[in-house]
């Protein structure tokens, strides 16, 4: 039998190895599976905890000054750990709070995770030596990600992020908001590690990192998480200029102090002052962003949700909507016509964000977390256990941390730093006198066979729910991407629908991804097309709606989801009456939701023009018109339907309306530099046109939608038929070429077909 000492030796490794890997997570992108900078990470980290707990378990089964201990923050993160899960029980789609999805990979599994992983790190590392040693392997990680972030723009330019991001760095850790809350937080682990380290040589190294770290984070451009960190820069300085120290040693850091407050203020006078000269502030992607805050729609639309969500929190205040269910509060809100209805999944703020997921409860649990650990912070710097400018410098850490989530949410690269301060914090801040402690523990035979028994039923337990929880939807991760990108190479709708029940058979979270990207690919490359007579169509299609059907009941709240299904359903009423019923259905469950979902109205309108019902479809149109006339979008929905009845007075009104009104809003429009429609807007009117057989006006509109757009297959195709119904066979011809130039695939066949009957 192995002696007690041997067998705690190996259980710390077994421990330690999984742990000290984490701080190199943010270096981690999986690009087998979907969200490549989001997945695989997370997955990871499932993984690499719960293979932790494994020897953990052992290990405080022998031992038991490794258990934990009742202080504030363990009391605290386990009642917040107790209330997230109490409130996605109750909340309106459980499944999904507990599971969350690729994108995000939060939930209430997460939590699950944090809290084990914070209860094994506080466990083990049990000295400043041990976290110092920690906290240099984050910096190691940070290190790396920064070098990556520097070269990526120029090594993958041609990425979906690049292009999404421009100029502003992303790097590893995905996008550049998430990656500067990382890199704000191992800023703060950095000033930790300098002021326990005495070298001068290594404190010189620090400064550095800590300074990289900033040029990146610069470099993101990221609003929110740079004022936070310029807040955290004035309080530290006037820290250092306050503090009353003799010593001469402490007059370069008060100068470097008021140095920094005046560089950061200078640098705020200098960009209002200059914020309507262009031509110098546009040179900056940063300070652009800045100029423009106010006027920037994704500001004014993270405001606007803001505005939502409190309606949603006067809805479930208590215990609030549960996790992954912020789009619910689109059911309590009214929600106008626009031209693409934008939803949000994150409130983009802590505060809102916990009130929505776990309500007053879940919010202040949040909250006792943040006070608990500054509650042991002052006892550590009372006992000195903490210096003086560490107990401050981690204070603020806090306060920047909780500023910069009034902007944005955290992931997995925030979270764990996040829980090894509060892990460090709750450590150092509880020390006690441990004299005499490390004396060998005598352990009797029974215990040591306990713990090996406990650690393999653990390695039983871990492992199953790895396989249910990591390896499952990972390899659907998987396989679901490799459709997409193959998407091409399928010869038949039949194969490609084989491959997706395959992905399907997983049954795991990712089969509403799967799912997905089938309605995807049914409105895409067969309602689009009208592909319905190639193998397997039809069949493709069926399967889509029976799969899309399964997730209705669970989506009750969601009104996006819900959405989705409607558009699919309309499109196939088209060409199948019998989904005209289950459209209609649909659309008043929707109705009964939220009657001021105004979209819902012209998604039965479309219904009633499909009954032959046209004046209900032309009422629901000219209400919905008169009641806002200034809403250009209601006034092209008015005009799409007195296209359908052939109105063609009330079609020129309409669009003469739209014209004003935008001309109005847009100065671009105005002077005539941007087009009065977009187009899509212009192929719907072309397709209104089309449909009553009114050729000349559909053929006018779809020579500004080929000339604004000259590389989509159906619009050149769409061409031809107009073309070919006026009676003008040469340009028919040559629109049905380029069609079958642009996409063989879809046009080539049937292009020869054409043009052999036109030259009989």
């Known amino acids: 039998m192995l002696s007690s000492k041997k067998t705690e030796y190996y259980y710390m490794w077994g421990i330690k190895i999984p742990v000290f890997i984490i701080p190199f997570l943010p270096l981690y992108i999986s690009p087998s599976m979907v969200f490549p900078y989001v997945t695989g990470k997370n997955f990871a980290f499932r993984v690499l905890v719960e293979l932790a707990a494994v020897f953990w378990i052992g290990l405080i089964t022998e031992n038991k000054k490794y258990r934990s201990n009742n202080s504030a923050i363990v009391l605290s993160i386990l009642t917040f750990t107790f209330i997230a899960g109490l409130a996605d029980i109750l909340g309106v789609n459980p499944y999904d709070s507990f599971w969350s999805n690729y994108e995000r990979m939060e939930g209430y599994i997460t939590i699950l995770h944090l809290a084990l992983y914070f209860l094994i790190i506080r466990s083990i590392l049990q000295t400043r030596k041990e976290w110092l040693l920690f906290f240099n392997s984050i910096l190691a990680g940070s290190f790396f990600v920064c070098l990556y972030s520097l070269a990526a723009p120029t090594a993958t330019g041609g990425s979906r992020i690049w292009m999404e991001y421009g100029k502003r760095v992303y790097g590893t850790v995905g996008n550049p908001p998430f990656l500067a809350a990382y890199l704000l937080l191992t800023i703060f682990v950095g000033l930790i590690v300098f002021l326990n380290t005495q070298k001068k040589y290594l404190k010189v190294f620090y400064i550095f990192l800590i300074l990289l770290n900033a040029v990146v984070i610069y470099l993101t451009a990221t609003r929110g998480v740079i004022l936070s960190g310029v807040v955290g820069l004035i309080i530290m300085s006037m820290f250092y200029i306050s503090t009353r120290v003799k010593t001469s040693k402490w007059k370069p850091i008060k100068t470097a102090a008021i140095m920094a407050i005046i560089i950061c203020f200078i640098i705020v006078a200098v960009t209002m002052i200059i914020s309507d000269k262009n031509y110098i502030i546009e040179q900056d992607i940063t300070l652009s962003r800045f100029a423009s805050m106010f006027s920037d729609d994704s500001v004014n639309a993270r405001l606007n949700s803001w505005k939502m969500a409190w309606n949603g929190i006067k809805e479930r205040p208590v215990l609030g909507w549960g996790q992954e269910n912020f789009i619910g509060i689109y059911t309590v809100n009214p929600i106008p016509l626009k031209g693409e209805q934008i939803w949000t999944d994150r409130a983009h703020n802590i505060i809102i964000e916990w009130l929505i997921n776990a309500g007053i409860l879940g919010l202040l649990s949040y909250m ?385 077909k054409i043009i052999a009957s036109l030259n009989k």
């Open 368 to 752: 006792a977390i943040l006070g608990s650990a500054l509650y042991l912070i002052r006892q550590g710097y009372r006992r000195k256990l903490f210096s003086k400018k560490e107990s401050f410098t981690i204070t603020t850490a806090l306060f920047v941390y909780f500023i910069q989530n009034l902007f944005t949410f955290d992931t997995i690269n925030t979270y764990f730093i996040f829980f090894a301060l509060m892990a460090y914090i709750d450590v150092i801040g509880t020390t006690k006198d441990k004299s005499g402690s490390g004396s060998e523990v005598v352990v009797a035979t029974r215990i040591k066979i306990k713990s090996l028994s406990l650690m393999l039923l653990a390695l039983i337990v871990f492992s199953v729910i790895s396989y249910y929880a990591t390896y499952k939807p990972m390899e659907e991760s998987r396989r679901s991407l490799q459709i997409s990108r193959s998407i091409l190479d399928y010869k038949s709708f039949s194969t490609l629908l084989s491959d997706f029940k395959n992905a399907l058979a997983f049954h795991t979270f990712g089969d509403s991804d799967v799912r997905e990207r089938m309605e995807f690919l049914s409105k895409r490359y067969i309602l689009f097309y009208e592909r319905f007579s190639e193998e397997g169509a039809l069949k493709f299609l069926e399967a889509t709606v029976i799969e899309l059907e399964k997730e209705i009941l669970k989506n009750y709240y969601n009104l996006e989801y819900l959405t989705r299904v409607i558009e699919l359903y309309n499109k196939i009423a088209f060409y199948e009456p019998a989904f005209v019923s289950k459209a209609e259905s649909l659309i008043r469950g929707c109705m009964s939701i939220n009657p001021r979902y105004e979209w819902l109205n012209y998604a039965l309108a479309d219904i009633y023009k499909l009954k032959k019902e046209y004046t209900k479809m032309f009422e629901i149109g000219e209400n919905m018109a008169a009641l806002d006339p200034n809403n250009d979008q209601k006034q092209l929905k008015l005009a799409l339907v007195a296209i359908s009845l052939k109105k063609e007075h009330i079609v020129m009104l309409a669009i003469e309306k739209i014209r004003k009104i935008r001309e109005a809003m847009y100065p671009n429009i105005a002077l005539g530099k941007n087009p009065v429609f977009a187009t899509n807007e212009l192929y719907f009117i072309a397709e209104a046109y089309l449909e009553v057989k009114d050729f000349q006006k559909a053929l006018d509109y779809l020579r500004q939608v080929v000339d604004m757009n000259p590389d989509i297959a159906k619009y050149h195709y769409d061409l031809a038929y107009a073309y070919l119904n006026l009676g003008d066979k040469t340009n028919a011809i040559k629109e049905a070429k380029m069609a079958a130039e642009l996409s063989p695939s879809l046009y080539g066949e049937i292009t020869k």
